[in-house]
């Protein structure tokens, strides 16, 4: 019994100890239905902030609001369609949001997809790298504009530990050579460590921040898509975050007020982190700023 509480204990991680209130402020969350999302938007929302839930499949967006509500009766929470999969989805749903909210003061990058077979998304990008990096990129690029002049913003982008394993890979960018499901998620996840910090790097001076995150090991449904990995998950679940857990980090980079100014890190267990050298490299983190312009058809300087 010691033996299981004290892993219990060390799969945990960081708590978020900050006490702050959100009153006032808007909140976006993508892939905000499940898992760490899920328990991200009902945090923010027991804060006082107005939280917008963009979702992929609104059904599932609507149930999982109504169980925030159902925890907390206050939750200012609503359900928005966002399918990162398909960049005019993600054009309609900024069109939308800029029509109707007038502020927006954390944007979490928290949607991805993991392990998947080699599909694409509608615009023909390999699927990990056009929704965990590409659809958030274009997002983060429409909505930039808002988030300047509703400063102090912060944006926060959820990553793994498995960028350590990953590589850019420029000359097959889209894995059309050769796929391997797990070496694009890695891929995917220095993507995001990348884009972090280049964007931390342009946004100096406009008192809006980014941080990346890595929330820990989470037994959630991100592994459904391989077989393998739902059954390691359930044998070694005594060692795995709940989405409760996995959330701290974010909710941490969201709200600190210690991190009022901190930029382009990258955290775990509500705490620095380490990135590795290829996570480091300011050439490699512009190179992949421009051919994600070019790829999705933008300028943004």
Request: proline share 2%; charged share 20%; net charge positive.
């Amino acid at each position: 019994m010691w033996r299981h509480c004290s892993l219990a204990k060390y799969a945990a991680g960081g708590v978020c100890k900050s006490t702050t209130r959100l009153d006032g402020k808007t909140v976006l969350i993508t892939g905000a239905n499940t898992g760490i999302g899920k328990e991200t938007a009902l945090d923010l929302a027991m804060r006082g902030a107005r939280v917008i839930m963009a979702c992929r499949d609104v059904e599932k967006g609507e149930e999982a609001a109504a169980s925030i509500r159902a925890s907390y009766p206050e939750a200012q929470v609503e359900v928005r369609e966002l399918d990162l999969a398909d960049t005019c989805s993600i054009r309609a749903f900024a069109q939308k949001f800029l029509r109707e909210v007038n502020q927006l003061h954390i944007l979490i990058n928290n949607a991805g997809v993991m392990m998947c077979p080699y599909t694409k998304t509608v615009d023909g990008f390999e699927m990990h790298i056009g929704v965990n990096h590409l659809g958030h990129f274009l997002l983060t690029s429409l909505l930039i504009g808002l988030l300047k002049r509703s400063a102090p913003a912060r944006i926060v982008v959820v990553s793994s530990l498995a960028h350590n394993f990953g590589w850019i890979r420029f000359h097959d960018l889209q894995s059309q050579g050769s796929y391997n499901s797990g070496l694009a998620y890695c891929q995917s996840k220095l993507a995001n460590v990348l884009f972090t910090r280049e964007l931390a790097s342009r946004l100096k001076g406009t008192n809006v921040t980014v941080n990346s995150v890595h929330p820990g090991t989470v037994n959630s449904d991100l592994t459904r898509h391989s077989t393998l990995m739902t059954i390691l998950f359930t044998i070694f679940s005594v060692f795995l975050k709940t989405p409760r857990e996995g959330a701290q980090t974010s909710i941490y980079c969201a709200i600190a007020e210690e991190l009022h100014s901190i930029s382009g890190k990258h955290f775990s267990d509500c705490a620095p982190a380490f990135v590795a050298p290829q996570g480091r490299s300011a050439e490699t983190a512009r190179r992949l700023w421009d051919v994600s312009c070019e790829l999705l058809g933008i300028e943004w300087d």
